[in-house]
């Protein structure tokens, strides 16, 4: 049965009764998919079902094979008097050799035993007494009991397929109708494995004053069951989900595809979230993970690059900072989901993009400031060194000597972030450079170098308590 399937991937965690209906009620048969970002979905599957007057079992197969069962909602739409749901299940026990011989307890089979040598090989009819694992223990028609090593046996043959036992995950309903009616409902759970994640590509001009950026929304689907032509959504945001913990899935992806150049998401506001709604369709198969471009491309992004020595942090490292805003007049102004940016530079001895360092980005609305730190400096070296210490119960004095030592063929400009605990009242006593005081924990000295050269920053800081 071909079926309209739509996929909502959501970027946010959130709280689900049994009763969650979703966004805007399905008028047709559809699969509706909510994804979120730590792991599991909301599935609104609709179909049409008929009804005999008096009791009814339905039964929904193709379904995820994770659900939670008691998040499961079933409801005629638009006609919710018509049937009354009686008691609801859920077939998980699949067609396997422990689950069908669990069911061939006190019945007869039949078991071919393997030949040896000169030996061809032997049927044995009995009563299946036992089955540990693939050892089974028979009593066979003259009453002897056989037990018969996993390694032995070369075929098991069952008279049929037990009724109460599930080719595929299925729910079921008992449903009394007030009388025989068709009616389209729709069947709502919470089922794990089903994730995603956003990555960004950012490409640094060759002065690093300009990037261009792309996103990359990836969808990794574990949860069963395949999403054929799917229209898919994203939320973006921070709600909050109570729940208990779940296991985490490590399966080994099937496939990774990479979607077409078309059609792409439209962003817009959405309660208090974002919402990106995919203009075309796309199929999404179980046990893969399948990229689609996230936001459209954005060039001549401007830039500062920002050199930061903080010794809290690494003691002998310069940082590489990244800072740009995420305005409309920067040619960028787009709401950006929670994710990883790469960046790269163009390498002119051959127009190749290598790799320069990557930060993560949590949700980011238009008009703020993003801040990647992409690594460490090669050719600006810092060496700390502290000249005086005088410690008494209730203040603490400390000179500290800071050198700088910039190799690079042109100058620069260093931001020294000097760190003080909570908790304490400080201050800079004296400085060979001027600092402005960031916030209550750090002072900061600007400090500039020429091309190869060295610079020496000393400076005394009281701490009181």
């Known amino acids: 049965m071909n079926r309209q399937i739509i996929i909502s991937v959501i970027v946010l965690s959130v709280a689900f009764s049994a009763g969650f209906a979703g966004p805007a009620e399905i008028s047709q048969p559809g699969v509706g998919l909510t994804i979120y970002d730590d792991n599991f979905a909301v599935v609104r599957d609709a179909r049409q079902v008929q009804f005999k007057k008096g009791c009814n079992t339905i039964k929904f197969a193709d379904v995820a094979d994770a659900i939670d069962l008691t998040s499961v909602n079933f409801r005629p739409i638009g006609a919710p008097e018509a049937v009354s749901i009686l008691e609801q299940g859920y077939e998980y026990d699949l067609a396997g050799l422990a689950s069908l011989l669990s069911r061939y307890i006190d019945k007869d089979i039949t078991v071919t035993i393997k030949g040896s040598g000169a030996d061809i090989s032997r049927e044995i009819t009995g009563q ?256 700390y060194t502290m000249l005086e210490q005088e410690v008494n119960r209730r203040m603490r004095r400390e000179k500290h000597k800071i050198e700088l030592r910039n190799r690079k063929s042109q100058a620069v400009e260093v931001f020294v972030d000097e760190k003080f605990p909570p908790n304490v009242n400080w201050t800079i006593d004296q400085a060979t450079h001027k600092y402005i005081k960031r916030d209550a924990h750090t002072a900061r000295f600007e400090v500039k170098l020429e091309a190869d050269s060295t610079a020496l920053i000393q400076y005394t800081a009281t701490q009181r308590w």
């Open 128 to 383: 299946l007494l036992a089955a540990d694992g693939r050892d089974l223990i028979l009593k066979s028609g003259t009453n002897n009991i056989e037990i018969l090593k996993q390694e032995s046996i070369e075929n098991i043959l069952l008279k049929e397929v037990p009724d109460d036992l599930a080719v595929k995950p299925t729910l079921l309903w008992l449903a009394e109708a007030k009388q025989d009616c068709s009616h389209l409902c729709q069947a709502s759970y919470i089922t794990e494995r089903v994730g995603w994640d956003v990555d960004y590509l950012v490409v640094l001009n060759s002065d690093g004053t300009q990037v261009d950026v792309t996103g990359w929304v990836t969808i990794d689907n574990k949860s069963g069951t395949t999403y054929k032509d799917a229209a898919i959504k994203l939320i973006a945001g921070d709600v909050r989900r109570a729940r208990k913990g779940v296991p985490v899935y490590r399966e080994k992806l099937r496939a990774v595809a990479m979607e077409a150049p078309m059609a792409g998401f439209e962003e817009k506001a959405f309660a208090e979230y974002h919402l990106y709604t995919l203009g075309r369709t796309t199929t999404i198969n179980n046990n893969q993970a399948k990229r689609i471009e996230f936001i459209d491309p954005a060039s001549g992004v401007a830039v500062k690059k920002l050199y930061i020595y903080d010794r809290s942090r690494q003691r002998d490292k310069v940082q590489i900072k990244i800072e740009f805003e995420n305005t409309e007049e920067n040619n960028l102004g787009v709401a950006l989901a929670k994710g990883k940016l790469r960046l790269f530079k163009k390498d002119p001895a051959d127009e190749s993009l290598e790799f320069i360092g990557e930060d993560r980005i949590d949700h980011t609305a238009k008009g703020e400031k993003l801040s990647l730190y992409i690594g460490n400096a090669f050719d600006i070296a810092a060496e």
